[in-house]
């Protein structure tokens, strides 16, 4: 994406995010920088950026709309022509993402002793998607019911205890 394309995309989701529900005027958006940074650019300059006559920002130029925008000021660049967002990597299968992101899970909840036990034992069962199903039916019932049938299924543990 080129700087004037940064440009008016920032000017659209501007004008959403103060509930025009359209993108700004550029001479809205010199209103507001005055009004709201007491500094400004120009229409016209900010014309000439917007049309691609001008293809590089001043230094101060890129920290006042940076500022105005709040976006940090390196966003306000051409990006290099071989510049690619996408994932240029081969995906890999839905079983290993899941399993990544189950074990990925736990070490995020390692403070939490209940979820990181409750990952981890998820993570390294057969078929970690066929208990997810089993799990989301017993929502439907109220815990106290499950906790009852647990313990009536194992006497010998206290409630709660793992």
Not at 8 to 32: C, D, F
Not at 65 to 75: D, E, G, R, T
Request: no cysteine; net charge negative.
């Amino acid at each position: 994406m080129d700087l004037s394309e940064k440009i008016k995309h920032l000017r659209e989701v501007e004008g959403e995010l103060r509930g025009y529900n359209r993108p700004m005027t550029q001479i809205e958006v010199v209103k507001a920088m005055q009004e709201e940074l007491n500094e400004s650019i120009s229409q016209a300059y900010l014309s000439q950026l917007e049309k691609g006559k001008r293809v590089h920002l001043t230094a101060t130029s890129r920290i006042l709309l940076a500022n105005f925008f709040k976006v940090h000021p390196s966003y306000l660049v051409s990006d290099p022509p071989d510049y690619s967002t996408d994932l240029l990597t081969d995906m890999v299968s839905d079983g290993d993402r899941f399993e990544r992101w189950l074990i990925a899970s736990a070490a995020e909840w390692h403070t939490d002793p209940e979820i990181y036990s409750f990952f981890q034992h998820l993570s390294s069962v057969d078929n970690p998607r066929q208990y997810l199903a089993v799990f989301e039916q017993l929502l439907h019932e109220p815990v106290e019911e499950l906790e009852h049938m647990v313990h009536s299924y194992n006497p010998n543990k206290e409630n709660g205890a793992r």
